[in-house]
């Protein structure tokens, strides 16, 4: 190979997904470059299963390395994961069109083949599971040569139609995430084995003893929710009162429904509750985390940042962001002998971001002087005095209920389901008055963003992503109305995902030659460990980047209120 190699495409194809117990079967190399002065483009397809193809992929990636080449994917931390589990070899992401779709549209789908098919024009080419995770040369090689193909026209697609702003948002933040989230994921975040399987015992002995209880009253299956109504709303069962119907028009027997009717005094839907709380447990994650953490001690989740439309990262296998707070759990999630976790988390981070965008004075006031708006809500709910530490947490579903517009009606709901807290339909209306009368300037920016979303088709963060919301043209109210919302909350939390990104970037990037490994994110927080003996300088450290993130300053982004974080050490959930 005499030509220089100026882009590469790679793609691959496994048996699986899980590159620990999975297999290659071929990879893929669109090489793109110059030959005597001529444009030049060859495909390698190397077969996984003849050993002298390794060796041939070895020297290929040589000469990549050599040609400081520009290696491009769609979704390339799952092909570059995979590869440097099986071959040791570590290739660089420089580009990845899946990436390059979220900066051009992030309402829309972001998988090679509906991008192909929306942006290039083709024709669907795929072929059946089978078949793609089979060694069949003579099936897989054509369909990975396309792959290979409409890779590299979507990469000339956005790279000639990024306007600026995108363009910025992918190569600043996205790209630069993305590799971030690359590390986090082959690092994984270290799981304690034997404590695991003391807490997984407790949890199946509640779980059957859970069961017990509810079947001493009725034998039917727990799990089925209309043997459960059945049971529960019924002559021939508990015949309780209706709360709630479903869509179809049965009664619901949901989580929010159960809490109400355990508060009544009911005993079946308490026993229930504390079933499905201990069954959830179990199904989504003690049942599932001994696997997971097999291959090292640690389990190693996937993040991504490109299929959710408000702009956050989401997680999955297992996913972080659903583990619920409970102590036993997450403690689970630690750091090795002689290493400390640390979670650093930002304080009212949605808060501060609305205060900043609807320049509410009273908001601005509180946080530039080092206040707290849960406390200064507390205070209207008590005529004055001093709330106590009940009131404020009651504050806090008063100001993250109402802080998007939320109705009167809607807040009981919430305000129970989410905290726990019992309000009435005055009371409600009574403290969303008083909120929007201390903090004035929210309803008429929710009214603003409402106006703007109508001349744009769509609403923007502060680092430039735009949301397209075509519902705000639409004739039918509740339609216009989700959206109006949904150009409320989308530049709220999509900043704040990008705040969050943009601080972890740094983290990572300043503090790893000291040793300090970032290890997951879950909504406002960073996850990490570090050497323990640095714990008394690192953890200003990360509160100073937190506080400040360099990538703010590049998107020419001025916060008027100042961002804070807490910093937990010790097991996950702990602080």
Known sequence: MTMKIKYAVIDIETTGLNRFTDDITFIGVKCLGTKEGEKFSKDYIFEWENEEHHEMFKKLC??????????????????????????????????????????????ALHGLKPMAKTYLGVDDWDIAKKDKT???????????????????????????????????????????????????????????????????????????EALRNLNSKYKINWNSPQQKQKILFTEEGENLPVLKTTAKGAPSA????????????????????????????????????????????????????????????????????????????????????????????????????????????????????????????????????????????????????????????????????????????????????????????????????????ETLGGVSTLFGRFRKLPKIYSDKRWEHLEAARRAVNTPVQGTGSDILLSAAIEVSETLKPYGLKVVGTVHDSILGEFNAEDEDWIVPEIKRIMANPKLLDEFNIHLNVPLEADVGIGAWGSK
């Open 62 to 107: 040589s000469k990549l390395r050599k040609d400081k080449t520009q290696l491009i994917y769609q979704n390339g931390k799952f092909d570059t994961l995979f590869i440097e589990i099986k071959t040791g070899i570590k290739l660089p992401i420089h580009h990845d069109t899946m990436l390059m779709g979220t900066a051009y549209d992030l309402a």
């Open 134 to 208: 089979s060694t069949d040369a003579k099936k897989v090689i054509p369909y990975l040569k396309l792959d290979l193909r409409y890779t590299w026209g979507l990469f000339k697609f956005f790279k000639k139609r990024l306007d600026e702003t995108q363009y910025r948002l992918y190569s600043k933040l996205l790209i630069k995430a993305y590799n971030m989230y690359r590390v986090v994921e082959r690092t994984g975040i270290y799981f304690d084995q034997e404590a695991y399987w003391d807490v997984k015992v407790e949890l199946t002995n509640r779980e059957a």
């Open 254 to 453: 949901d989580a929010s429904v159960m809490k109400k009717l355990a508060n009544k005094g009911y005993e079946l839907p308490r026993l229930i509750l504390a079933y499905n709380e201990v069954n959830t447990l179990n199904k989504m994650f003690m049942n599932r985390w001994d696997d997971d953490s097999s291959y090292d001690g640690r389990i190693h989740p996937n993040f991504k940042l490109t299929n959710v439309v408000s702009g956050r990262t989401s997680c999955s296998d297992p996913n972080l962001q659903q583990v619920p707070r409970n102590k036993q759990v997450r403690s689970l999630f630690t750091a090795p002998k002689g290493r400390l976790f640390f979670e650093a988390d930002y304080s009212q981070l949605e808060l501060r971001i609305a205060a900043h965008y609807a320049n509410d004075q009273t908001m601005l006031k509180i946080y530039n002087e080092g206040g707290d708006i849960h406390t200064m809500t507390a205070s209207l709910m008590t005529g004055g005095r001093t709330p106590t530490k009940d009131e404020r947490n009651k504050a806090k579903a008063v100001n993250f209920g109402f802080l998007y517009g939320m109705s009167a009606n809607k807040f009981v709901e919430y305000a129970y389901d989410s905290y726990g807290q019992t309000f009435s339909k005055a009371e409600a209306e009574h403290y969303r008055d008083a909120f929007f009368l201390k903090y004035s300037r929210l309803l008429p920016w929710h009214e603003e963003q409402e106006r703007l979303c």
